[in-house]
């Protein structure tokens, strides 16, 4: 390959040194000032997304014996593949809250990710100070751009954890071709991110493209070992939840709309776009490369995998993490390659990949504003953590049933699940379930305190009539530091 660019070439002099510890500081240190905040506030009770009380709650429900995926037209929902509430649910102990549990292994699997990644960028290049550069690569754009992905109780990072150790697995041989036992693997890994999250579905495709192009037995036991765990994996489901779990997974109700599509491509486009110049030149320099093929075919099948799932309604930017992953990857191919071609000039091999790595990476500069506005929010949120304390405690001692938006709030307070918004409101849109015994509940005033978010009127998360009976039932209580309803006299 010739990405194995790296084969004893001196770079240990007195600049190589100096400008390889330079890049590695800086990189380490707006790593670290970018991850610092999230990670220190994995402990702090204020909501960061939807999604952690959503995984919240259905971790209790796994650890109190209840059914974890409840039926189509219950008020709550489960559309996650089951082995991340199990891991979550063994580690809540540990940290007496899923929340936080499921924060903490968030942050971990990001740190994994990013090691794994590392190991692939060394096996193609056999150069150590790219592998050592990748993961921080990832940290400062996951920082500048998905900051609010980090250390937030969520599966997506512990699903790619577990997907880039299979891919770990597959490079990591004698050949890249791995053998059998090695190949099975690598399937298992990936296999288990997908019962993470079951849309994980970028590494096996590209993996299995790569194999029929270099070697179609190997290929053929992909795809077999793929068959033998998709037969096991529905069998063991069915033993433990039975249908459901089918039916929760595969028939979720989401609202697509191409214009959000198009929308949040518009909206992200500068976190990837000047990554696209260089992974295209990289594919023309390089693209006979095998281990150069590898790493383009992820990215091009993140994309089209990726792009379409975001014109689904409440699909964020984590469904192209993929493309993420490979992108880092990719600059420190890229890198190394120039460093190839500048060594002739008289640079010395470690100067020419830290001038390259710094040109490849400088586009991650554009995120600054990004990151400005993600630091402006996590200090809110460590600023009025003392509001959203108080407001738990209302919802607490409130008599009678309480409906959170924001589920983290309600399973903080103690409440038990009463409805999931948005969810539900997926359902009640797509017209899966009818309004009737919502709108009864709200008209009744059923609920004591209703839990919104700030916008809430505006996002069109509920249909209008739902969002109208709120509006003629209850009156607001309080606007800080979110919405709070509760019945009119």
Request: glycine share 8%; net charge neutral; hydrophobic share 55%.
């Amino acid at each position: 390959m010739i990405l194995n660019t790296y084969s004893g070439q001196s770079d240990d002099d007195l600049v190589d040194r100096l400008s390889k510890l330079t890049l590695l500081l800086a990189f380490a240190c707006v790593a670290g000032v970018l991850m610092s905040i999230p990670f220190l506030q994995i402990f702090q009770k204020v909501p960061l997304n939807y999604n952690e009380g959503f995984n919240g709650y259905h971790v209790l429900a796994l650890l109190g014996g209840e059914p974890l995926y409840p039926p189509l037209d219950a008020f709550s929902t489960n559309n996650y593949p089951p082995l991340s509430f199990h891991v979550v649910a063994a580690l809540t102990p540990l940290f007496g809250d899923p929340i936080i549990a499921g924060r903490f292994l968030a942050a971990a699997s990001l740190l994994v990710s990013g090691l794994n990644i590392a190991i692939v960028v060394f096996v193609l290049t056999r150069y150590r100070f790219a592998a050592l550069l990748t993961p921080l690569v990832l940290l400062v754009y996951v920082g500048m751009w998905f900051n609010n992905y980090t250390a937030m109780n969520d599966p997506q990072w512990f699903g790619h954890a577990l997907q880039t150790s299979g891919l770990a697995v597959f490079v990591t041989g004698r050949r890249l071709v791995p053998e059998t036992g090695r190949l099975v693997l690598a399937v298992a890994l990936l296999f288990l991110g997908g019962l993470v999250k079951h849309n994980l579905l970028v590494l096996p495709l590209a993996l299995l493209i790569w194999l029929a192009i270099h070697d179609r037995r190997a290929a053929l036991h992909f795809i077999a070992a793929g068959m033998v765990a998709v037969v096991v994996a529905a069998a063991v489901g069915w033993l433990l939840y039975g249908p459901s779990v089918f039916r929760s997974v595969f028939l979720h109700a989401r609202v697509f709309d191409p214009q959000l599509m198009a929308h949040m491509m518009a909206r992200h486009a500068s976190a990837f776009a000047p990554f696209a110049v260089a992974m295209v030149a990289l594919a023309l320099l390089a693209w006979r490369d095998a281990g150069v093929q590898l790493v383009l075919l992820i990215y091009a099948v993140g994309l089209l995998v990726g792009v379409p799932a975001l014109g689904g309604e409440g699909v964020n930017f984590n469904a192209l993490f993929d493309v993420v992953l490979a992108t880092c990857m990719g600059l420190m191919l890229f890198a190394a390659l120039l460093a190839t071609r500048l060594e002739p000039a008289g640079l010395g091999f470690g100067t020419a990949f830290s001038l390259s790595a710094a040109l490849m990476a400088a586009p991650l500069l554009g995120g600054l504003t990004e990151a400005n506005g993600a630091f402006k929010h996590w200090r809110w949120v460590g600023q009025r953590e003392g509001e959203y304390l108080a407001l738990i405690e209302s919802l607490a001692t409130t008599e009678g049933p309480v409906a959170c938006h924001m589920l983290s709030m309600c399973l903080w307070a103690g409440k038990a699940f009463e409805v999931e918004v948005y969810n539900y409101g997926q359902k009640l849109k797509t017209g899966r379930v009818p309004s009737e015994l919502l709108l009864e509940r709200i008209r009744t005033g059923y609920y004591k305190r209703l839990q919104l978010q700030e916008n809430f009127f505006e996002i069109g998360v509920v249909p209008e009539n739902v969002e109208q009976a709120i509006r003629e039932r209850y009156v607001v209580e309080r606007s800080a530091p979110s919405l709070v309803l509760v019945p009119r006299p």
